[in-house]
């Protein structure tokens, strides 16, 4: 069963919420990529419910049912989080974010040291500021999309107003359609799966309303408000060959920039194939930090 919570935070807003798993299991609090909303995907709970863990999730502010914090930058989502694991009373928890969620598992786990186990980064985008081929190797929509979010909301609003209107309402073909030039063949395949299903279920979840993808790309082309040096919490990152959204060569100069990091990188792997495949070691691995 998921219950489904809207969160006051302290600051007045709301925050949508879902929570599924054993009451009595480790918290992990999931990162959903950009754009995305707090669906939880089957197969994802059978994975983590298989493991006692309790699994919340969430749409980050200016998503559909969470009140939008203008001008936000990647550092603020700790706070957020703070306030979602006191509300399941969690002290500890692990946290961990696919793509646009990736940053900001990493200021989760940059924000609260004392209280993230550990921090799992799959297909995570690296700063944009001081990386001057950040959109080298991504897909020509990425590309567009950055591009405008440069230029501020007015610029890129009609371009996720377009790109919105392609994904409501399609099934997996015309997904694939409106994401053509975004997915190599690898991620393709698993758009036609359950699986499937449930990334586009999330995909559609994010685009109810823009703000939350809107917010994501401008705190993305700024400085996202912490520095890796200072994550002191362990943290693995994944990232595939083969993927067009956020390429290859982020998951290596993050590798190379943030202490400690465990990176996997994977050869042949896409943006969303890397997360069905490998979810399950992934897993495992961040389970072995949590208290004996």
């Known amino acids: 069963m998921t219950e489904r919570i809207a969160l006051d935070l302290p600051d007045g807003r709301v925050l949508d919420v879902q929570v599924s798993g054993p009451a009595d299991g480790t918290l992990i609090i999931w990162h959903h990529g950009t754009p995305g909303c707090s669906y939880q995907g089957r197969e994802k709970q059978r994975i983590l419910h298989s493991r006692g863990v309790r699994y919340a999730s969430y749409s ?3 998503a559909a049912g969470s009140t939008r914090n203008e001008g936000r930058t990647v550092a603020d989502v700790a706070a957020d989080m703070a306030a979602i694991a006191d509300h399941l009373g969690a002290d500890r928890f692990l946290t961990g974010g696919q793509s646009g969620g990736g940053p900001h598992a990493l200021a989760t786990g940059a924000g609260l040291p ?21 959109l080298d190797g991504m897909g020509p929509d990425n590309v567009e999309e950055f591009t405008l979010a440069l230029q501020g909301e007015a610029a890129v609003m009609p371009f996720l107003q377009k790109e919105r209107a392609g994904i409501l309402g399609a099934d997996a073909e015309g997904v694939i359609r409106t994401l053509d030039n975004l997915l190599p063949d690898v991620d393709r395949a698993v758009l036609s ?3 499937g299903e449930d990334i586009i279920r999330n995909l559609q979840g994010g685009v109810q309303e823009l703000y939350g993808w809107c917010d994501d790309d401008l705190a993305f082309t700024k400085e996202w408000g912490f520095e890796l040096e200072e994550i002191r919490v362990p943290t693995y ?9 956020v390429p290859f060569h982020h998951g290596e100069w993050l590798a190379a920039h943030i202490p400690g990091v465990v990176p996997h990188l994977e050869q042949g ?22 208290p004996r």
Request: hydrophobic share 50%; aromatic share 6%; charged share 20%.
């Open 269 to 290: 792997e896409g943006h969303l194939s890397i997360q069905v495949r490998l979810f399950e070691q992934m897993v495992d691995e961040i389970l072995a930090h949590l």
């Open 237 to 245: 990152l994944w990232q595939g060959s083969a993927d067009l959204m």
């Open 193 to 195: 799966s359950e699986v």
């Open 60 to 62: 980050r502010a200016g």
């Open 114 to 134: 004392d209280r993230v186990l550990a921090v799992l980064a799959v297909c995570s985008v690296k700063p944009y500021v001081g990386q001057p081929d950040f």
